[in-house]
Structure formats: C-alpha cells, structure tokens
C-alpha cells in the first residue's frame, strides 16, 4: 500500500518554473555528464548505472552495486508516466513495484540511489525520488518500492494537470540545448523550489 496517503504534495510555483528550470541548468551543470547520458544497456542493471548515478551524487561503490550487477528491468517497458492512462498506470505499476522490490533491500541501495541509476534507463517512467522530493510529494521515506510507486503516484496527478506547462517547458530546455523529459523537468522543479540549494531571489 501506499506509504503515506495523507500528507499533502506541496505546491509548485509555476510562474517561477522557467527560471528555476534554467537556474537548476546552470547551477548544477549536470546534463552533459547525467541528464544527457543514455545507457548502453537499457534493460540490465550494469556498473555504468552506477557510474552514472554517481554523477548526481549517489556515491556508490562498485561493491555497494555489485548484488544487482545482472538484474534486468526488461519487464518494464518504454513507458510514459504522465501520458500513459490511468488503465495502464494501474496495470503497468504492479509490475515496475515487483521488478523494483528485486533490487532494494541490499545494503546501500536505496530508493535515492536506485532512482538516480533507474532514470536514466526509462527517463519518461522513473523519477528520482531523493528525500527532497519524497517530502515535497508527501511521501514517507522508507526503503521499499512502495516509496517509489508512492512518489511516481503524487507526481503523474501534478504532471498531468499541468502537463502543457512541462510540454512548454521542455522545450524550453531544447533551446537551452539540454533537453529533458516533462517527468524530470516536473521532479527538478520540486527540488529546485524546495531542496537545499534554491535561488538566492526565491521568495520563502
């Protein structure tokens, strides 16, 4: 079951979204080694999924890694979180919730430092869930797959009612030559606005 059903997701500022989306851009430069980065294997669990992980700041030693080195995640397709309809979504999260309970519960491996490997492999499906943006959606961090179903849960009701605006501003990150998925945009935006680095002008 969910984790925590009745906490609230906080609220985007939306009329701030394009400059929290160019901020992130330029703050953190993480494109060219993370958010621009496709895996050589999209369905087997590899040590370049960590690698790349560790370019967001997993910090995952090759042994920490090393129990899933070999998995697969074939079973989860090329899935859209926030265009797929409600019918799929509840089919389909039966089974990313028990591919993603097969690689959970090894020492080390978290929800934060699964999704920061996992995004990479389906970018449109598998948000990062760190802990910023687990309490921004009101979800209770704990280390099961149910965390993370939870969290991808809060964030299609947000990405589909506004899913025009993250539509706008994926493009907006083409013509900043750092084109990212509506999904991601919606989860950056989130730990921009309510993480620990936000810009020196937001308001609180």
Not at 140 to 167: F, H, K, W, Y
Request: glycine share 6%; aromatic share 6%; hydrophobic share 35%.
């Amino acid at each position: 079951m969910p984790c925590s059903g009745s906490i609230q997701t906080k609220e985007i500022s939306w009329e701030r979204a394009d400059h929290n989306l160019a901020y992130y851009l330029k703050r953190f430069s993480r494109f060219p080694t993370y958010d621009g980065v496709i895996p050589s294997d999209l369905d087997q669990i590899t040590d370049e999924d960590r690698r790349i992980a560790n370019k967001i700041a997993a910090r995952m030693s090759a042994k920490t890694w090393a129990p899933v080195k070999g998995r697969s995640i074939a079973r989860i397709g090329d899935w859209d979180l926030l265009n797929m309809s409600d019918l799929e979504w509840q089919s389909r999260k039966e089974v990313i919730r028990e591919v993603l309970g097969t690689l959970l519960g090894h020492p080390g491996i978290g929800v934060a430092r699964l999704t920061k490997a996992l995004h990479r492999k389906r970018p449109k499906l598998i948000p990062i869930c760190d802990s910023v943006v687990l309490e921004a959606t009101g979800v209770e961090p704990v280390n099961e797959a149910d965390t993370i179903i939870d969290c991808m849960d809060r964030l299609r009701v947000t990405g589909r009612e506004q899913l025009s605006r993250l539509q706008e501003l994926r493009e907006s990150s083409k013509r900043l030559h750092s084109e990212m998925t509506e999904l991601r945009i919606l989860e950056l935006l989130y730990w921009v606005q309510f993480g620990p680095f936000p810009p020196i002008d937001q308001e609180k």
